[in-house]
Nanobody
Framework: QVQLVESGGDAVQAGGSLRLSCAAS??????MGWFRQAPGMEREFVAV????????????SVKGRFTISRDNARDNGQTMVYLRMNNLKPEDTAVYYC?????????????????????WGQGTQVTVSS
């Protein structure tokens, strides 16, 4: 059974930092990414990393502040993906979702489109106050 479990969301002040974690289990994954959804807004792409981590993309709104990383080789068989968020802004407030894709067969394939990802976590809330 595939599971993606996010953690690390919190309430912080503007300028603060957080690190989100996503523990993915149940199979091997190729591209893994983060998306977010603010109240009343559509889900939007945040960051993605290919399986090899050789290819990463960021939304323009988070470039230079957020860093995605992943660990494919944990002893317990899990794949971990992290999102380090620095210099947080109130507009970063949202539920953050981890997403994973398992069918591309490519260690370099990535997508910024949510519909490309089959597996999703339950989300973790990030709230940034001014």
């Amino acid at each position: 059974q595939v599971q993606l479990v996010e953690s690390g969301g919190d309430a912080v002040q503007a300028g603060g930092s957080l690190r989100l974690s996503c523990a993915a289990s149940g199979r091997s994954f190729y591209a893994m990414g983060w998306f977010r959804q603010a109240p009343g807004m559509e889900r939007e792409f945040v960051a993605v990393a290919s399986r090899s981590s050789a290819v990463v993309y960021y939304a323009d709104s988070v470039k230079g502040r957020f860093t995605i990383s992943r660990d494919n080789a944990r002893d317990n068989g899990q794949t971990m993906v992290y999102l380090r968020m620095n210099n947080l802004k109130p507009e970063d407030t949202a539920v953050y979702y981890c997403a994973a894709e398992a069918n591309s067969g490519s260690i370099r394939w990535v997508s910024t489109r949510g519909e490309s990802y089959r597996y999703w976590g339950q989300g973790t809330q990030v709230t940034v106050s001014s």
